[in-house]
């Protein structure tokens, strides 16, 4: 990236970004801008920046426990076990929190149309169908801040509007943040804040 680029931008190099409870964020960028990079570095699961980032007093070393009752991922590339089904993928995150009941998971399943699926193993499975797959792991564990990578890039319309739901419905329950990425302006939800990467 150029340095007006940087200069430029509302995340890189700023004082201070807060992301607060309960509000929608948008961060909008061009390929290879470095949004991928800026949820990894809130999870965790990137530690190659300078600065600090504090999650309700917790600073840079974020732990796993922390991760897995308050930060909720669905990553770009899935990160799905091929080898399970797709009840199985959502249930093996569910088991760590017990956050959702069985009935409750295959609930999600069917409401994203997949409840034909649910014993598929997941190497078997469309695109779009492993993002819904991911989309419903992700929304079966407690959590204060929900990210999405790209979360709809593999979906047609009508999934779209039953995933944004099922989103909008979880995080209103749990009074979470959304923080989403997208290639261009979005407005599937109702954002507090678009940041432009």
Do not use: C
Request: hydrophobic share 40%.
């Amino acid at each position: 990236m150029s340095d007006a680029e940087i200069s430029a931008s509302d995340i890189y190099l700023q004082e201070s970004v807060k992301f607060e409870n309960g509000k929608k964020y948008l961060i909008k960028a061009n390929s290879g801008h470095g949004k991928t990079s800026v949820l990894n570095f809130i999870y965790g699961s990137n530690t190659n920046f300078n600065g600090i980032i504090n999650y309700n007093g917790f600073s840079n070393d974020i732990t796993f426990d922390y991760r897995k009752s308050n930060i909720s991922y669905v990553f770009q590339d899935f990160k799905l076990f091929p080898d399970l089904t797709v009840f199985e993928n959502i249930q093996l995150k569910n088991t760590l929190t017990n956050h959702k009941t069985v009935d409750e998971i295959y609930t999600l399943i069917d409401q994203v149309l997949l409840g034909h699926k649910k014993d598929s193993f997941v190497k078997n499975l469309s695109l779009g169908q492993k993002q819904r797959v991911a989309i419903l792991r992700a929304l079966s564990q407690p959590f204060e801040f929900l990210l999405l990578d790209e979360p709809f890039s593999h979906l047609d319309k009508e999934n779209i509007l039953i995933i944004r739901d099922l989103i909008n419905q979880e995080v209103q329950k749990q009074n979470a943040s959304l923080i989403m990425t997208s290639l261009v302006e979005t407005n599937l939800f109702d954002f507090d804040k678009t940041l432009n990467l």
